[in-house]
């Protein structure tokens, strides 16, 4: 394991020199190491995620124990820390001998033999005192506790109590640390029967796979060590795709022959189902801003062999005349704060403010604005974003409504029997971390009356 140590540690001090982007990032220093054993590469991604994930309680651990403060440690010796740590909570299968030996063989290969005493010293001293360690008591200080024993930024638990209830936080926070499985979406064109014999091939290779109770083409599973090895994804029979995104095709009510414009389309799954919908027929557009998320829908629709599928460089604020009142159905899932996905995406949780909420919403309202205009009289808008926030959800829509001529339909034929509820029935449904099986995101769907 000397290496992977090494490759971890350069992997915590490039996201914090980007400021973040954890899951392209992690895919391209895999890419990068693709020659390594698959151990080690599972190795090198779980105490990478598992430390960006956790730093607020690492944070709080090392701040108990060093006479330095973590927010002042060199950010060498601050990711170092960190790494060493997780593992020592988290990785049962290292012993802490080899955990605080690598530490300090890495602080004095990187050139810091003066550290060498703290390093050892320090993680020496939580190894053998991790069951004295005092956490704060959630009777004195409610947000902190669950801040630090869940790693959540106090801000976002004092949103979600707001919004949520304490209970309902604390289940969101709990289910966004939760190891869930792989979600796919296998393609509607494939029978019954075809189905079982690939999901056949793929437990053979140890996979553990369980159909998704709300949907039959959607399967969840765990122990998938790499999609490019999968039977079926190279032949574009199956995708990664989560429920909750699933269910926007499903409740826009697609028709063949159906004209679907999707305006912020990448990575292209939404658009990629719709094309799957119309089996055959009709027309999806994948619109995004720049040419590299456009790269990204393109790469997807080759490997799916989705032939009627247009993809284009598009600024959704910017107006396009030629699409004015064209569209059987809108996809409107815009740039969002993504706080129902945390458990995918690590890093957001420490990048949100109330200042950039504030501007987000801003930014949809923006985007609305322009595109509604893209559906034609009678067609559907299916509005959706991955986040929790009713600001960015349901006031949304009841804006959309209050200001275009625009009527909630609602959600419930179109739903699984399981999903199927009161707020549906007017149109909108929130999925919540912790309750539903899936991502946290939410659902809209209205129609065009004039």
């Known amino acids: 394991m000397e290496n992977t140590r090494e490759i971890i540690l350069d992997s915590l001090l490039g996201m914090e020199k980007e400021d973040g982007f954890d899951s392209l990032f992690m895919r391209q220093v895999l890419q990068k190491y693709d020659y390594l054993p698959l151990r080690e590469k599972a190795f090198i991604k779980r105490v990478t995620e598992g430390t960006l994930e956790r730093r607020i309680e690492l944070d709080y651990i090392l701040d108990q124990f060093s006479s330095v403060p973590v927010s002042k440690m060199k950010p060498l010796i601050r990711q170092l820390m960190r790494m060493s ?48 360690i005092v956490y704060p008591d959630p009777e004195k200080n409610w947000r902190k506790a669950l801040s630090v024993r869940y790693s959540m930024p106090e801000l976002l638990i004092d949103i979600w109590e707001r919004d949520y209830g304490r209970e309902r936080t604390e289940e969101m926070c709990r289910a966004l640390l939760d190891v869930r499985p792989v979600s796919l979406r296998m393609s509607e064109d494939i029978s019954p029967a075809a189905q079982q014999e690939l999901v056949k091939e793929w437990e053979e290779k140890g996979i553990v796979c369980e159909r998704h109770p709300c949907l039959p083409y959607a399967w969840n599973c765990r122990n998938l060590e790499g999609l490019q090895g999968l039977p079926g994804f190279s032949e574009g029979l199956v995708t990664v795709q989560d429920l909750s995104s699933m269910l926007v095709a ?83 899932d815009v740039p969002c704060s993504g706080l129902g996905i945390l458990g995918k995406k ?105």
């Open 250 to 332: 499903e409740c826009a009510g697609i028709k063949e022959g159906d004209f679907v414009l999707d305006v912020c389309a990448a990575p292209g799954g939404k658009s990629l189902h719709a094309v799957c919908k119309l089996r055959g027929s009709g027309m999806v557009e994948a619109r995004d801003i720049s040419e590299e998320k456009a790269a990204l829908i393109r790469e997807n629709a080759v490997r799916m062999k989705a032939g009627n599928l247009k993809v284009k460089v598009w600024d959704a604020r910017v107006f396009d005349s030629e699409m004015e009142a064209r569209a059987d159905v809108l996809y409107l």
């Open 346 to 450: 690590r890093d957001i949780k420490y990048h949100v403010t109330r200042e950039g909420l504030a501007e987000l919403v801003k930014l949809q309202r923006e985007i609305i604005k322009t595109c509604w205009r893209y559906v034609k009289r009678g067609g559907i808008i299916l509005y959706s974003t991955c986040t929790v926030r009713p600001e960015e959800n349901e006031e949304q829509v009841r804006w959309m409504c209050g200001e275009f001529p625009l009527e909630r339909e609602s959600l419930n034929p179109y739903l699984p029997e399981a999903l199927r509820c009161g707020e549906a029935e007017g149109g909108t449904l929130q999925l919540v971390p912790g309750i539903h099986q899936c991502d946290g995101f939410f659902l809209a769907r209205m129609r065009r009356e004039l």
């Open 85 to 132: 740590v997780y593992q020592l909570f988290y990785m049962d299968a290292v012993p802490d001998n080899a955990v605080c030996n690598e530490a300090v063989r890495l602080a004095q290969k990187r050139r810091f033999q003066s550290l060498k005493g703290f390093v050892n010293g320090v993680l020496r001293n939580i190894a053998r005192n991790r069951e004295k």
